[in-house]
């Protein structure tokens, strides 16, 4: 059973850099056919992909609008996935969450609790 738990910083000010961690349980970041996602759900609105690592080819793929910002990494000593966000605005207001399955990433991948990121003004 995968098991994913995010943490951040919660709230940071604009044009600062978001750097959230995810530590996976269960299985192995480098396995094969694993896809890990950065996914966010800003208030009143759906899912928004941000970007996904394909495990065991460690290619990465982004959102063509957060392309230039994001950016997704592993540490596979501590089996913990990355996002790094720069030039953050109040509009990146989200909750985070990060995403496990087999396959690109869709909506039926598993998730885990979230963590909410406020971006002041």
């Known amino acids: 059973q995968v098991q994913l738990v995010e943490s951040g910083p919660g709230l940071l000010e604009a044009s600062q850099t978001l750097f959230l961690t995810c530590t996976v349980s269960g299985v192995s970041l480098t396995a094969d056919f694993y896809y890990w996602s950065w996914v966010r759900q800003s208030p009143g609105q759906g899912l928004e992909w941000v970007g996904s690592i394909a495990g065991s080819k460690d290619y990465k793929f982004y959102n063509p609008s957060l392309a230039s910002r994001a950016s997704i990494a592993r540490d596979t000593s501590k089996n913990q996935l990355t996002l790094q966000l720069t030039s953050v605005t109040p509009e990146d207001t989200a909750v985070y969450f990060c995403?496990?399955?087999?396959?690109?990433?869709?909506?039926?991948?598993?998730r885990g609790q979230g963590t909410q990121v406020t971006v002041s003004s």
């Open positions: 995403a496990s399955g087999i396959g690109p990433y869709s909506n039926s991948h598993r």
